[in-house]
């Protein structure tokens, strides 16, 4: 059978966290041993694992309808895809990351200009020849095949440019940051005769909006709680929502069912709130999906 679309998978540090996005999504993407064709459970969509710094170039040249790969490695290939929505989510933090320059902490470079004649180890070998070109600031620049925290430790390289999300890899070699060059998240893309079909076009807006959803239910949750009617307005004015809380009363009772969905992050600060101002049998869930 002829698959309508064919999806690009990124391999590497993301390729778990996609799956897992997929699966909060309605897909579930079965990899098997060291196969590079995944099975999923859509039999419009043919999947393929490839690595994200490759993603785009696969997209543009029509190889794959659509794929998912890091905003970086776009400007890196300087591919010509269309970009349908950004996701933000990675194997450490829902935040994007960052590319940064980074030196030694007793390195006597302090800014971008003390870079003038000096060498940068990096695996964003295009983008940042041309970061440094634009601001007329002459360097090096290599390729580092991995571990390139080590290259300015050893003194193989004055600089690095690094992806980072939390830092610590950076600070436990001993390193400090002296310039942010770009900030990098997920996307997914497609090539332009993809968007172009109705068919794949309808199939790729249905996987962004589901997968866009599963990401904005990871930072809400919902809440269930009852109150009596003379402390209703009282415990409604206490609480965020996306619109405005369901209310409905309970039979027979002079008592009231709330429901509301909310920041994951107040829950902790807002829930003795509702205890103390006679809210009682507080239920909180998690979230699928929020669209």
Request: glycine share 6%.
């Amino acid at each position: 059978m002829t698959k309508l679309l064919k999806l690009g998978i990124p391999k590497g540090s993301l390729q778990n966290a996609t799956i897992d996005l997929f699966r909060r999504s309605g897909w579930k993407i079965n990899v098997n041993g060291r196969s590079y064709f995944p099975e999923i459970n859509d039999d419009e969509i043919e999947c393929a694992i490839c690595r994200a710094q490759e993603m785009s170039c696969h997209v543009e040249n029509g190889t794959l309808d659509a794929g998912l790969t890091g905003k970086d490695w776009i400007a890196e290939n300087n591919s010509n895809v269309h970009v349908i929505t950004d996701l933000v989510y990675s194997k450490v933090s829902a935040r994007p990351a960052r590319w940064v320059l980074a030196v030694t902490y007793d390195s006597p470079i302090k800014k971008l200009e003390d870079l003038e004649g000096k060498t940068i180890a990096t695996e964003l070998v295009g983008f940042t020849k041309e970061y440094f070109s634009k601001r007329n600031i002459n360097v090096g620049v290599e390729f580092s095949w991995g571990a390139t925290e080590a290259k300015v430790v050893s003194g193989l390289a004055d600089a690095i440019v690094e992806v980072t999300e939390t830092e610590s890899t950076i600070r436990a070699h001993g390193l400090r940051i002296v310039h942010e060059l770009m900030q990098t998240n997920t996307q997914l893309i497609a090539n332009h005769a993809a968007w172009q079909h109705p068919e794949k076009k309808e199939k790729l807006e249905q996987i962004a909006l589901l997968l866009k959803g599963a990401l904005l239910a990871e930072k809400l949750v919902g809440l269930k709680m009852n109150v009596p009617e003379k402390r209703l307005q009282q415990i409604v004015s206490l609480l965020p929502s996306l619109n405005a809380p369901t209310v409905a009363p309970l039979y027979n009772s002079n008592w009231f069912a709330i429901e509301t969905v909310i920041e994951s992050n107040v829950v902790r600060d807002l829930m003795p709130e509702l205890l103390k101002n006679g809210a009682e049998g507080i239920i909180e869930y998690p979230l699928n999906k929020v669209v």
